[in-house]
């Protein structure tokens, strides 16, 4: 059954340090997504991405956040200067057709990491 | 704006009794919503979803959920719990009209004794 791969499982890394996320989708998909959960938080929607660009983004997806395809099968999620509470664990996740017509997201087992 | 509650972190059931996960919902339209399961080390994976057909709804493994617009429920359940079933559940509802997101709420741990 095809799924979604992320690495790394898990990250430690020290404040201010750039850490990148990857994730690779299901072949066919071609919409993208990234979520993450606080240790005891809900999981918090991060940002959409379509066709190259990003097509939606929640309020914590500022400007240390960036997300890109570099190539035809991985999504990247990159913090640019991590801060603690950055500390998550981090899902991606993908979808064949846009999330408002089916609400069928596939997701990975996710990327946890700690800030120190 | 779109949230869910759902109102126990943790469930505790005999293997072969009934499950009943409770999950509550705010919306200011008629929402989608979603049962996503999250085993150990494993990804979100959806159990079910509810899109305005029927308010009963069947989802994998055996699992159903009943839209209740009048309580704005939307309760999952299972006749026969399994060892397998012991997970995280969590209640999703889909975001404002045009929205990509998905809104989780808390979750709630599934323990299922021998």
């Known amino acids: 059954e095809p799924e979604v791969t992320q690495t790394p499982s898990h990250q430690v890394t020290q404040m201010g340090q750039e850490v990148i996320l990857r994730c690779v989708p299901i072949s066919n998909h071609l919409y993208f997504y990234w979520y993450r959960q606080i240790l005891g938080q809900k999981v918090e929607f991060l940002v959409s991405f379509y066709n190259n660009e990003i097509s939606e983004k929640s309020e914590i997806f500022d400007d240390q956040f960036s997300v890109e395809r570099p190539d035809g099968s991985n999504f990247t999620l990159k913090i640019r200067s991590t801060k603690l509470e950055d500390s998550a664990m981090y899902f991606c996740?993908?979808?064949?057709?846009?999330?408002?017509?089916?609400?069928?997201?596939?997701f990975g087992e996710g990327s946890r990491l700690t800030v120190l | 704006a779109q949230s869910v509650t759902q109102l126990d972190s943790h469930v505790s059931v005999s293997e072969g009794t009934p499950v009943l996960l409770r999950c509550n919902y705010s919306?200011?339209?008629?929402?989608?919503l979603f049962w996503y399961v999250q085993h150990p080390n494993k990804g979100l994976q959806l159990l079910l979803k509810?899109?305005?057909?029927?308010?009963l709804v069947k989802g994998i493994n055996g699992f159903e959920a009943e839209f209740k617009k009048s309580e704005t429920s939307f309760h999952l359940t299972k006749p026969s719990a399994h060892m397998s079933d012991a997970a995280e559940y969590f209640c999703?509802?889909?975001?404002?009209?045009?929205?990509?997101?998905?809104?989780f709420g808390k979750g709630t741990k599934l323990t299922v004794n021998p």
């Open positions: 919306s200011s339209y008629s929402p989608s």
């Open positions: 999703v509802v889909s975001g404002l009209g045009g929205s990509e997101k998905l809104v």
């Open positions: 509810y899109t305005s057909a029927a308010t």
């Open positions: 996740a993908s979808s064949e057709i846009r999330m408002r017509t089916t609400g069928e997201l596939f």
